[in-house]
Every structure is written in structure tokens, then in C-alpha cells.
């Protein structure tokens, strides 16, 4: 699986657009961005995937640029609860859609949003 | 729907000892994934399984054992227990072996004295 690179923290302010970026510079055409956070102490949870299209669901934003090697994950509004860590993934799809369960997981972005 | 369900949540071992962490998949979910969490290696793949069988398998020793039984619940074992396997362990379940997000439990902390 390709590599990837976050910066090991930030901060912001609560309310505001958080914007973590990651960069994959070595991501291959069959691989997806995936990101997953994890509040202390409990499991990591799902956030959003894509390939090269913008993304967005009920809790965040992937914009991805057009070379594919960095995606930004955009909290739009972030508040206290979203003070976690997160990781930027890169994961194997197979041909036939088909995917493992293994997630290679990098030191990720420590995200402290404060009042 | 139930979410991933770990048992036990929290225990002691001392080294030597064996321990064995069981993992109850979301309902309808049939391949699971093990992962280790510790502060100095941060979240490791241990191995997965689909259908009863080990699909992928982690960098770990001999001593990480799992299985899955028919219905989809899947246990791991570690033997011979060291300090360093003192660690968050983590279970996740997918729907299948199609694309999508990986659901992950609370996890087993064990803490190996």
C-alpha cells in the first residue's frame, strides 16, 4: 500500500473549517484515500473514502487533486467533540471491486479543536 | 443494528500466560480484521478472516493465533505472553469482501504484568 504523510498535529478553533491535509504522492490508480478517526481511547471511526472525485457526507469533506498524490479532509464546522486523531489511508481495491480488511494505518494528525 | 462487540474489555495477565480475545461482528458481517495498538507502533494489522479462513496475515510472531467460526465470530490468542503485548486490541468488521468502510469495536486492553 502507497505511503502517506500528515503532519502530526493541529489545532483549531471551534466553529471554524478544520482542514487536515495529507500527502500519497505514490498512490496507485487501484487504491482509494480513505480517513478514519480515532477518539481516545475507542475504536477508529469510518469517516470518508474516495478515488479522485470530491467527496462529501453528513461529517466531512475529501477534496482530492487531480494527480491524485494529496487529499484534503475538510470538517466544515468543527466543534469540541472532533478533537481526535486522524488518519489518512491509502487502501487496495482488486479489480473485481473486492477489497481486504487490511488498513495500514500511518502516526496520524493529532486534531485539538479549542473554544 | 448492534456494533462490533469485544469481550473482554479490560484485562491483566502476567507473562507466561496465555489470553484469548473474542469478536463479535456486526450482523451480516462476515470478514473480520485484529489490529494491535500500542503507543510506540501505533495500529498494526494482525490478520483477517472471510468465510473461516485467514485471507491476509500481519507482521506478528507465531505466538498470534485467531479463527473465525461459522457465524461469523472470530477469536484471537496470544501465547506465551510477553510485557510488549500489553496493548489495545482492536476488531473490525466488514460486509464482505467488496469495498467499503472497516467498523471497528471498543476494543481489549490487555495489560501484561
Known amino acids: 500500500d502507497a505511503k502517506t504523510t500528515q503532519p502530526t498535529s493541529m489545532d483549531c478553533a471551534e466553529g471554524r473549517a478544520a482542514n487536515l491535509p495529507c500527502n500519497h504522492s505514490t498512490i496507485s490508480g ?18 470518508i473514502h474516495g478515488l479522485k472525485n470530491n467527496e462529501t457526507n453528513e461529517m466531512a469533506s475529501l477534496i482530492i487533486t487531480e494527480d491524485r498524490k494529496s487529499s484534503t479532509l475538510i470538517l466544515p464546522h468543527a466543534t469540541l467533540r472532533d478533537t481526535a486523531v486522524y488518519y489518512c489511508i491509502v487502501r487496495v481495491v482488486n479489480a473485481g471491486g473486492t477489497s481486504y480488511g487490511k488498513l495500514t494505518f500511518g502516526q496520524g494528525t493529532i486534531l485539538t479543536v479549542h473554544p | 443494528k448492534a456494533g462490533v462487540t469485544q469481550t473482554p474489555r479490560y484485562l491483566i495477565k502476567t507473562r507466561g500466560q496465555q489470553v484469548t480475545l473474542s469478536c463479535s461482528p456486526i450482523s451480516g458481517h462476515r470478514s473480520v480484521s485484529w489490529y494491535q495498538q500500542t503507543p510506540g507502533q501505533g495500529l498494526q494489522f494482525l490478520f483477517e478472516y472471510f468465510s473461516e479462513t485467514q485471507r491476509n496475515k500481519g507482521n506478528f510472531p507465531g505466538r498470534f493465533s485467531g479463527r473465525q467460526f461459522s457465524n461469523s465470530r472470530s477469536e484471537m490468542n496470544v501465547s506465551t505472553l510477553e510485557l510488549g503485548d500489553s496493548a489495545l486490541y482492536l476488531c473490525a468488521s ?8 472497516l467498523f471497528f469495536g471498543e476494543g481489549s486492553r490487555l495489560t501484561v504484568l
Open chain 1, 30 to 47: 487501484n487504491e482509494y484515500v480513505y480517513w478514519y478517526r480515532q477518539i481516545h481511547s475507542q475504536g477508529p471511526q469510518y469517516i
Open chain 2, 94 to 101: 466488514l460486509p464482505g469482501l467488496l469495498t467499503g468502510e
